[in-house]
């Protein structure tokens, strides 16, 4: 298959899927969680800040982490990327849908509403007893760790080490990807499972899959077509319909 294949595939495709990760959101300046580890956070481990075992052992610390992804990711913009993406879910209407493993809430701030975030969403907060989510406050009135409405204090509500993935949204992403015509999948490794193995189930099911990233990845011995691209790029390349 080449680009323009590619394009005619994705053009006629009543059914698309997408996945995406941190590459797309790279170039709103959000780094990936292990490159926010810089200053004093570079002494922890991943499993330090992101875990059960950690926000049981020091809820303060972890909150603290927390608190500034959470200034950092209000600080940022979609970028054309997001924005592309908003602009396909409109084209396919129902036939759309996107899950992502990113939790800067910046998919839904560029206008996608056919969405569901795999890794949750560093913008809320969980109550611990009722689980109940309700949005963080402004960082400058934010007290950490928050308390919910309801009296409780709250974790961040975003999926851990450890942790399973929310099944409803996993479930609805797998029945996307299995029904669809064409996936996307942009700015992901390919490295971490289940949401890795979405799109080879499109593939499995006779359906196109293409990878838009810099970088080769675990998933691109799998693919259909792959664009060399950055998030931005690739799809500005794969949806232009001059060609």
């Not at 611990?128 to 406050?137: D, H, N, R, Y």
């Amino acid at each position: 298959m080449d680009l323009h294949e590619a394009r005619a595939a994705l053009r006629s495709a009543r059914r698309v899927a997408v996945l995406t990760g941190a590459g797309v959101s790279a170039e709103s300046g959000i780094p990936t969680f292990r490159d926010a580890q810089t200053g004093h956070w570079a002494r922890f481990r991943p499993e330090d800040l992101a875990s059960p075992e950690a926000y049981r052992r020091d809820p303060e610390m972890v909150w603290e982490w927390y608190a500034g992804r959470y200034r950092d990711v209000l600080r940022a913009e979609p970028n054309e990327g997001h924005r592309l993406l908003a602009r396909l879910e409109r084209e396919k209407g129902d036939g759309f849908f996107l899950a992502t493993q990113n939790v800067d809430g910046l998919h839904a701030r560029a206008g996608s509403t056919r969405l569901v975030e795999l890794h949750g969403n560093l913008l809320t907060a969980r109550d611990e007893v009722t689980g109940e989510v309700f949005p963080l406050a402004a960082p400058d009135a934010l007290s950490t760790p928050p308390v919910s409405p309801n009296g409780n204090r709250m974790r961040p509500n975003v999926v851990w080490f450890g942790e399973f993935l929310p099944e409803d949204a996993l479930e609805a992403a797998e029945d996307a990807f299995a029904a669809a015509d064409v996936a996307l999948v942009i700015g992901t490794s390919g490295a971490v499972y289940p949401a890795a193995g979405l799109a080879v189930e499109t593939r499995n099911r006779g359906g196109t899959v293409i990878e838009i990233n810099p970088t080769e990845t675990e998933l691109t011995p799998r693919m259909t077509f792959r664009l060399r691209e950055t998030a931005s790029s690739g799809l500005a390349a794969l949806l232009d319909s001059g060609s």
